[in-house]
């Protein structure tokens, strides 16, 4: 098209790496407990799995107060240099699991690992959507939930091959790979233009567009947009923590921030923190340490399946329809688990079921939920407060999995896995029925319309608007 004549998507794609980079060091710390705790309890460094359950745990609880730094620190220092700042600790992080002798070094070294992560994670998707263009930000912008799953079956799959300590050798390549490439990028326009900085926002936005794409348009567009900001509101710390109180702040939030909560009582985080463990207990007669490397390997094609999808894809109906089958497996897992003796003696193939139900889970999780989430985060929030938007859904997040991993040993032991998968099914139900009510349809808007429109009152009827 001619409109888009001149547009550079190399320099896109670059910012869209650099974040799915961050992404990538999340979900592999996050998933590595899967591959750790087995590893741990035969060397005796710890006595059970409930004891073991902490080197989850500890990081999720010590990521709940970093996601929400990480918001003002975006704000304060720029979405590029909050990046860069992190991956120093992120390095040492690791030397420490790797080197540790005991207990207490590692869920120390977790700790270090899981504050500088979600530092730098909430400017991942806010760096994608405010540099790349809105003709590629549908699949540019789910870079993060491509990489999140890539970095999950790093972790499976080193976990499967080499021993935990050597994995976390491994791992030390990832900060020096996310700080050569954060290097190589701008900083956000957006920032820019909030801090006042419009010259320097006039020649990273040209960076990102490329030099023969005319960008006096979007520049004027935010500009504008700051201006009339600047008329009726300073750009005071104070009046940004009344922004995030406000009613506007308010609706973005119970779109991302709550479904985020929910995602976190699916199933899908129980799977990902402790999938070794969860297919003993489920019953496979597969190999339970090569299992969470097929599902790995299933989320991450699905998750680029997932980036084309959402190029023109209904966002809602994605969402809806993929909650509603994780649902539904949640359901026949549990149900398996319970009379899995019956089902087992009926024919020997039905040991593999758990393997075939979960691969289903991660797809539609993969597909409809987490690429989804991971837009409506970076798009929804105004600009001034779009990085601690970002962070307040992210450590939303955080308390719901930090909840559901540290009650999951404990409800196994008194409900059963059948008990807690069953509940799972009615959360993913419940999620279901949200989304339908609260996920807008912001397809090929910039950020700026995606503002004004619900300033304007045109993002209040959420259902009719997602419905289009």
């Known amino acids: 098209m001619e409109k888009y004549s001149g547009l550079e998507k190399k320099t896109q794609v670059l910012t869209a790496f650099a974040g799915g980079l961050m992404a990538c060091a999340v979900g592999s710390s996050v998933a590595l407990p899967s591959s750790i705790i087995p590893q741990v309890i035969e060397e005796g460094m710890v006595p059970d799995f409930a004891t073991g359950s902490w080197i989850a745990t500890s990081y999720l609880y010590a990521g709940i107060p970093a996601s929400l730094l990480g918001g003002i620190l975006n704000d304060f220092a720029g979405r590029r240099l909050t990046a860069l700042f992190c991956c120093l600790p992120l390095l040492v992080g690791n030397i420490m699991m790797a080197l540790s002798p005991n207990m207490v070094w590692l869920l120390t070294g977790r700790v270090i690992t899981s504050i500088s992560v979600w530092l730098c994670y909430p400017s991942a998707n806010v760096l994608i959507s405010e540099c790349v263009h ?30 935990w300590r050597t994995m976390c050798w491994v791992l030390c390549s990832q900060p020096v790979l996310m700080c050569l490439v954060i290097a190589c990028i701008k900083e956000s326009p957006y920032w820019l233009v909030q801090k006042g900085k419009q010259e320097d926002a006039r ?3 040209q960076w990102y567009r490329g030099e023969h794409f005319d960008i006096t348009e979007e520049l004027q567009e935010i500009v504008k947009k700051k201006e009339e900001e600047s008329k009726t509101k300073s750009n005071s710390f104070n009046e940004k923590i009344q922004t995030v109180f406000s009613l506007t702040f308010l609706k973005c939030f119970c779109c991302s921030g709550i479904l985020f909560f929910l995602c976190q009582f699916t199933g899908i985080t129980s799977l990902v923190v402790f999938m070794t463990n969860v297919f003993e207990a489920s019953g496979l007669t597969f190999d339970p340490k090569l299992a969470p490397i097929i599902i790995g390997g299933v989320r991450v094609t699905t998750a680029c399946l997932s980036s084309a999808a959402l190029r023109s894809g209904n966002r809602l109906y ?73 962070s307040f859904t992210m450590c939303f997040g955080m308390i719901g999995n930090a909840i559901n991993s540290t009650f ?31 996920i807008p349809d912001n397809r090929g808007l910039s950020l700026v319309k995606i503002e004004r429109n619900r300033e304007a009152g045109g993002g209040q009827n959420l259902l009719e608007e997602s419905k289009k």
Do not use: D
Not at 138 to 162: D, E, N, R
Not at 409 to 427: D, L, N, T, V
């Open 408 to 438: 999951y040993p404990i409800i196994q032991r008194y409900a059963g896995f059948s008990g807690c998968f069953w509940f799972y099914s009615g959360c993913s139900l419940t999620m279901a029925v949200y989304a339908y009510l609260v």
């Open 203 to 205: 020649a990273a936005l």
């Open 318 to 390: 994605m969402y809806c329809s993929c909650s509603v089958i994780l649902s539904v497996c949640c359901f026949f897992l549990a149900s398996f688990s319970n009379w899995r003796e019956e089902f087992i003696s009926t024919h020997s193939v039905f040991g593999f079921l758990p393997l075939v139900i979960t691969i289903i889970m991660f797809i539609a999780h993969a597909f409809g939920i987490n690429s989804v989430l991971h837009l409506l985060t970076a798009e929804i929030f105004p600009t001034k407060v779009r990085s601690m938007g970002s």
């Open 134 to 163: 809105p003709s590629v930000r549908g699949y540019l912008g789910v870079f993060p939930s491509i990489f999140l799953a890539a970095g999950m079956f790093q972790s499976y799959l080193l976990g499967y091959l080499v021993h």
